[in-house]
C-alpha cells in the first residue's frame, strides 16, 4: 500500500474508526499523490516567476492559447476561468459559494461540522465516487423499489454490491420507514450498509413530510445503535423544488454527527437545481466532527477524481459560479420555480377532478420533476408503446404497472391534452 494511502488511513482510524471500517478495498487503497505533476505545478503556479514549465496547457500573451473562434462566442469570461485545468476538487470560488448556498438553504447545517464540497462531474459521478469508496462485493446498498435505474450501475454492475430494496410506500402511502429500518436491520452479520436517500423521489417526484423525515432518521439511528455502520447518503438531484408541506431541507444535516456509526454524504449539483443540465456540475460533501478526518476523506475523494475524469470541466464551474454571484439569481430562479410549481400543481388538479374516473390512479408526489401513473389492468409497457406509436407521445415504463410523467418538459397548457391522451391510450390498450 501507498504510504500516502496508509497515512490517511491512520488518521480515519484514529479519529472515526467505524467509518474506516466502511471503506471498500479501493477506498483504502486510494489516495491523491502530493508529489506528482499537480502538486509540482501548484507550487511552481506561486513561486514560479521567471518561467513556469509545468503544467501541460499551452500559453500565448501572458494567457491560455486558445482559438478565437470559440473566445468570440464566450467573450464575457476571462480567458483563464475557462480554458486551464480546474483544480480536482474543483474551482475554489464555486466550492466557497456553494458551501455558503448550503447553509443558506438548509439553516439546519450552520451548527453542524461538514466538509467542503467537492466539485464533481455531476450527480452520477459524485454518486460513482461514493461506490468506489464505500462499496465492495456483496455489501449491501439499500433503496426503495421505486428508484433511479443508475444506482444499480453504479453500485450493483460497477462495483458488485447487494442491491436491497425495500417499499416506498406504505399502507397510508407514507415513506415506508419501517421497510427501511427492516432492510438495514437485516444487514447485522455484515456490519454494514449504504443507504441512498433521494427526495425528491425519482421517478416518483415524493417527498417526505417532516416527521415521516424523523422517522427515516430514527430507522438509521436504530441500525447504527444496533452496531451497523451505515454509509447514508442525500441523493438531493432535485433539492429545492419542494411545492407543498413536504421537508423544506435536505436530511442530511438531521443525519451530520448522528452516530459515530452514521457517515453522512450529500451529493447535489447545479444539474438540476439551476436547471444546467448539460454543464455537469455537481457536489460531494462529507460530514464529520474531525476537521482531520474531512480533511482524509477529502483526499482519498480527490484520488478517484485524479484516477478517473482528473478533473471537471472548468467552464461550466465558472458559468455556475457566476449565476451564484449574480444579483438575478434569486428572482430569476423563482421565477423557474412557480413554472414547475404550477405544473405539478395542475397534474395533479386533473388526476383529481374525476375526468378520468378510476382508470389514472397515481403515486402520490408533491416536488421534483416527475409523477408516476399506478395501471391496473394493463401494463405499463403496453401503455408505453401504444402512447408512442400511435399518438408520438412519450413516457417511461417503470416494471408492470407504473408509467412515469415528466411534467417538468410539458408547458402548462399542454398537460390537459397530455393526460387526456393518456387516459384514452389506456382504455384503447385495455379494451384489446
Known amino acids: 500500500m501507498n504510504p500516502l494511502a496508509q497515512q490517511l488511513n491512520e488518521t480515519l482510524q484514529r479519529e472515526i474508526p467505524n467509518v474506516y471500517a466502511m471503506l471498500s478495498n479501493l477506498g483504502k487503497n486510494i489516495y491523491f499523490p502530493k508529489e506528482g505533476i499537480l502538486s509540482q505545478s501548484a507550487e511552481a503556479k506561486s513561486k514560479a516567476t521567471k518561467f513556469n514549465a509545468t503544467i501541460g496547457i499551452a500559453t500565448e500573451g501572458g494567457q491560455p492559447m486558445h482559438l478565437k473562434l470559440i473566445q468570440d462566442t464566450l467573450s464575457a469570461y476571462n480567458p483563464k476561468d475557462i480554458y486551464e485545468y480546474a483544480p480536482p476538487a474543483g474551482k475554489p470560488e464555486l466550492r466557497t459559494a456553494w458551501r455558503a448556498k448550503m447553509i443558506k438553504d438548509n439553516p439546519s447545517l450552520e451548527s453542524k461540522s461538514f466538509g467542503n464540497p467537492v466539485v464533481t462531474n455531476a450527480l452520477t459521478h459524485g454518486l460513482s465516487i461514493i461506490a468506489d469508496l464505500f462499496a465492495d462485493p456483496d455489501d449491501a446498498v439499500i433503496i426503495p423499489n421505486k428508484n433511479w435505474e443508475n444506482y444499480e450501475l453504479t453500485f450493483g454492475v460497477r462495483r458488485g454490491a447487494a442491491i436491497v430494496e425495500y417499499p416506498l410506500y406504505n399502507e397510508d402511502m407514507q415513506f415506508n420507514s419501517e421497510g427501511l429500518r427492516e432492510a438495514l436491520l437485516a444487514q447485522k452479520d455484515k456490519g454494514k450498509a449504504i443507504v441512498l436517500l433521494n427526495f425528491p423521489n425519482n421517478p416518483t417526484g415524493y417527498t417526505p413530510g417532516p416527521k415521516e423525515g424523523d422517522a427515516i432518521v430514527a430507522a438509521i439511528l436504530d441500525a447504527a445503535e444496533a452496531g451497523i455502520n451505515v454509509v447514508a447518503v442525500t ?48 457536489f460531494i460533501t462529507f460530514a464529520s466532527e474531525s476537521a482531520a478526518a474531512l480533511a482524509a476523506l477529502e483526499q482519498k475523494t480527490l484520488g478517484i477524481i485524479r484516477a478517473t475524469i482528473s478533473s471537471g470541466p472548468h467552464p461550466s464551474q465558472t458559468f455556475v459560479l457566476r449565476a451564484l454571484q449574480s444579483p438575478e439569481y434569486e428572482t430569476q430562479k423563482s421565477e423557474k420555480f412557480e413554472i414547475m410549481k404550477r405544473r405539478a400543481n395542475r397534474v395533479k388538479s386533473l388526476l383529481d377532478s374525476g375526468r378520468y374516473g378510476d382508470t389514472l390512479q397515481y403515486y402520490p408526489f408533491n416536488s421534483g420533476y416527475f409523477m408516476c401513473l399506478k395501471l391496473a389492468g394493463v401494463t405499463a409497457e403496453a401503455v408505453r408503446s401504444h402512447l408512442l406509436n400511435e399518438y408520438g407521445i412519450g413516457a417511461i415504463a417503470l416494471g408492470e404497472t407504473d408509467l412515469r410523467v415528466a411534467f417538468s418538459c410539458i408547458e402548462e397548457e399542454h398537460l390537459e391534452e397530455l393526460f387526456d391522451i393518456i387516459y384514452k391510450a389506456v382504455t384503447e390498450v385495455a379494451a384489446h
Open 235 to 282: 441523493d438531493d438531484a432535485y433539492f429545492g423544488l419542494f411545492f407543498e408541506d413536504s421537508l423544506q431541507e435536505s436530511l442530511f444535516p438531521k443525519l451530520a454527527g448522528l452516530h459515530e456509526r452514521v457517515l453522512a454524504v450529500k451529493v447535489d449539483g447545479a444539474t438540476k437545481e439551476e436547471f444546467v443540465w448539460g454543464f455537469r456540475v455537481g
